[in-house]
């Protein structure tokens, strides 16, 4: 039974926001490496740089939306996260193949809730993986949306996947302070995973990180 919900705060585009993120109480950094789309692209370089000083035991989570296998695990070694957010589908074995090459580091697959759908995919690849994090995304577009889309899907999708599954389940997605305890109780959630709803000018706003976190605590 979960006792605490996770917050893993994403989109760190530099070390001053993530140590600020660390000081707030963020459980987990999301560090965005190329995408197709959306927002919090940051160099490799400095992805690297930003692991190397958080201090643990705090995530460190590389979002990748590479599919083969070879590049990931150069990236991860790269970058030298203890965390790989696969933010598209892989090929089957894909997982295996990064367990072996990459022990110690955790897996965490996303996926993104359209429709029921969403239910059988996480089933189907839950044995392969540490956790899962359900956001909004569009894999199917012409350009790939893979996450950062400020936009909230369907709860109710969300909290029966995660009841369907046996491992942790991050929820994203449009997510704030002023719906932080109502995406709570609405799916009951591992932990709480979000971008936008801390940012101001494109930058970590640190009030609105404490207000969300006040929240989270509050709903716990």
Do not use: Y
Request: hydrophobic share 45%; proline share 5%.
């Amino acid at each position: 039974m979960v006792t605490r919900v996770r917050i893993k705060v994403c989109c760190i585009s530099s070390v001053e926001e993530a140590l600020t993120a660390v000081r707030l109480g963020a459980d987990a950094l999301g560090l965005v490496s190329h995408m197709p789309s959306g927002p919090g692209v940051i160099d490799e370089n400095l992805i690297h740089d930003i692991a190397i000083r958080v201090p643990p035991p705090i995530a460190t989570f590389l979002l990748t939306s590479h599919q083969d296998t070879d590049v990931i695990i150069d990236q991860q070694r790269r970058c030298r996260v203890n965390t790989l957010q696969l933010v598209d589908a892989l090929p089957d074995g894909s997982h295996a193949k990064l367990r072996k090459a990459l022990p110690g580091v955790s897996l965490v697959q996303v996926i993104h809730v359209r429709d029921d759908g969403a239910i059988e995919e996480a089933r189907a690849i839950e044995q392969d993986v540490d956790a899962l994090l359900l956001d909004s995304g569009n894999p199917d577009l012409s350009v790939k949306k893979l996450g950062g889309t400020g936009r909230v899907h369907n709860w109710e999708v969300s909290r029966r996947l995660i009841e369907a599954v046996s491992i942790p389940v991050f929820l994203a997605g449009g997510l704030k302070a002023q719906n932080a305890a109502q995406a709570i109780a609405a799916t009951r959630p591992f932990g709480l995973d979000l971008c936008s709803g801390v940012r101001t000018d494109d930058h970590l706003d640190a009030d609105k990180l404490a207000a969300f976190i006040r929240a989270v605590h509050g709903a716990d």
